[in-house]
Nanobody
């Protein structure tokens, strides 16, 4: 059974940085599409970034500030978040899709972690 475990969240001041990690169990990690989503209270789950076989994609709101990357040797995907803003405050969730059809839609991912809280103070 594949499990995703996020870490690295916390409280940071506006303008600061955090790096989130998502450790994935299982032997086929290198073939998964990987993504980060976020969800603030009262809001829908929002696409942040994804990493597919053909490249990386970002939401407009984080482009130029966030970077998604993977380390296949460690079965881990990262989200480096710089120049954080209060509106980035949310629970950040890692998602994986083995089929290779991961998109910006949360419904296209079959595997999810529990999430890690990121709070940005002004």
């Amino acid at each position: 059974q594949v499990q995703l475990v996020e870490s690295g969240g916390g409280l940071v001041q506006a303008g600061g940085s955090l790096r989130l990690s998502c450790a994935v169990s299982g032997r086929s990690f290198s073939m998964y599409d990987m993504a980060w989503f976020r969800q603030a209270p009262g809001n829908d789950r929002e696409f942040v970034a994804r990493l597919n076989w053909d490249g990386t994609y970002y939401a407009e709101s984080v482009k130029g500030r966030f970077t998604i990357a993977r380390d296949n040797a460690k079965n881990t995907v990262y989200l480096q978040m710089n120049s954080l803003r209060p509106e980035d405050t949310a629970v950040y969730l890692c998602a994986a899709e083995p089929s290779g059809w991961g998109t910006d839609s949360s419904g296209s991912y079959g595997l999810w972690g529990q999430g890690t809280q990121v709070t940005v103070s002004s």
